[in-house]
């Protein structure tokens, strides 16, 4: 198993620009979620999927997209980049919920110009 | 509030000593509290978990500890290895809300030889 794949794993935005970040995974894990890791603080819940059809929103949801047509992948989509949304981006997975172990990719590093 | 708060910030130990990291938390009611160990460049691995009723749980050279009571968790690592090198973080689940969890902001632990 590759467990929880991410793609990029360093991008490079200009303000304003808008990309998506991948993450995929093969333990076929209901719960999916997205954190942002940004210095001193701890992570940070964007999003989050329950199921395929089914996401959520965390404690930081504005400027991003999710989506959840399959069960092993959970994109994150940023819509118009800002410098604010310069971070490391980390990809996790669990069966059933969040309460469960969680398992985490091994992150994108953005940079917003 | 709900808070986690993890001490030191930051710790540099010789290459076979203990030492030991300290979680704080406000979050009630409790359910479960993890420890993640997060090797630079890398997402969080879990190293332990314990519920309300469990007192110590070991992982190897990591040996966890909570005092409910006192909203305390600890995380001692013996005989350190240069790979223990990483940041250890700390992640708390309330009974309440199947998705909540309350992450600290880490101790960043450095092993010197």
């Known amino acids: 198993n590759a467990g929880v794949t991410q793609t990029p794993k360093f991008q490079v935005l200009k303000t304003g620009q808008s990309m998506t970040l991948q993450c995929a995974q093969d333990m076929n894990h209901e719960y999916m979620s997205w954190y942002r890791q940004d210095p001193g603080m701890g992570l940070r819940l964007i999003h989050y999927?329950?199921?395929?059809?089914?996401?959520d929103q965390g404690e930081v949801p504005n400027g991003y997209n999710v989506s959840r047509s399959t069960t092993e992948d959970f994109p994150l989509r940023l819509l118009s980049a800002a410098p604010s949304q310069t971070s490391v981006y980390f990809c996790?997975?669990?069966?059933?919920?969040?309460?469960?172990?969680?398992?985490f990719g091994p992150g994108t590093r953005l940079t917003v110009l | 509030k709900n808070q986690v708060e993890q001490s030191p910030q930051s710790l540099i130990i010789l290459e076979g000593k203990n030492c030991t990291l300290q979680c704080n938390y406000t979050v009630s009611p409790f359910s479960n509290l993890r420890w993640y160990k997060q090797d630079t460049g890398r997402g969080p691995v879990s190293l332990t978990i314990?519920?309300?009723?469990?007192n110590t749980k070991s992982n190897g050279r990591y040996t966890a500890t909570l005092d409910a009571d006192t909203k305390q968790s600890s995380l001692h690592i013996t005989a350190s290895q240069l790979s223990d090198s990483a940041s250890y973080i700390c992640?708390?689940?309330?009974?309440?809300?199947?998705?909540?969890?309350?992450f600290g902001t880490g101790t960043r632990l450095t092993v010197i030889p």
């Open positions: 996790a997975s669990s069966p059933g919920t969040a309460r469960n172990e969680q398992f």
């Open positions: 314990m519920t309300f009723s469990e």
């Open positions: 992640v708390v689940r309330p009974q309440t809300g199947a998705n909540n969890l309350f």
């Open positions: 999927s329950v199921g395929a059809g089914i996401t």
